[in-house]
């Protein structure tokens, strides 16, 4: 069975089936969700978790809160000013296991232009190989942030008290990431390919006319030696 520790290679997430979202409180009474659907990723590791690294970068604009008129505010200057910081980038700075199945991955959180140092624990969902033959893995994890610490300051005061949106909000991933094949891998197989094409080479048949003049050339041959021969020939000496 795969754990943490047996991991090892280079993984890339597979924006398809991973989800990157958050939640909000909205007026103090309920939450919003939405999610950024347009994404990369990476993550890289030795086994036992030694020599790790994760990177994100996550496009702005992809925001989906299931709200035209909310997802053109959160774009907005208010907010996260898209226009002006197109991207938000995570790169880890320590990656850990806890134990076999969690994963505390700390690093650099850059949303508009301010960088703030986080811890992300991560549980383990297993590992299996997909019917196209692509081995993944699955995470989850979530972290809890204020929103303030990256700029994002826009609020409304409540009449009755309180205001229109959270200051914490819980980011949450979803992660389904697909190894990368070996590079020897695919220069063994790329060899063997050549290495075939080398063998299925055959030299090419000999033209017509070169069958037709070697008899010519024999003949040729045979008519010169035939007349040195009858000149050395002892009858005529």
Known sequence: MSTLN??????T???THTEI???ARHAMV???RGQFTEFEGNAS????????SINLTVQVASVKTGSADRDGHLLSADFFDAATFPVITFTSTRVSATDENTLLVA???????????IEIPFEFEGAALDPFGNERVGLSGSVVVNRKDFGLTWNAALETGGVLVSEDITLNFEVSAIKAVEAA???TAA????EAAEAEVVEPAPTRAAVEDEPKAEVAQGGFMGWIKKIFAPSNR
């Open 6 to 11: 047996t991991l090892s290679g280079t993984y």
């Open 13 to 15: 997430i597979d924006p």
């Open 21 to 23: 979202g958050f939640v």
């Open 30 to 32: 309920t939450k919003v």
């Open 45 to 52: 590791t030795e086994a036992g978790v030694t020599n790790a």
């Open 107 to 117: 690093g650099d959180l850059t949303i508009k232009d301010v960088t703030r140092a």
């Open 185 to 187: 891998a695919d220069e």
């Open 191 to 194: 060899d063997e390919v050549v």
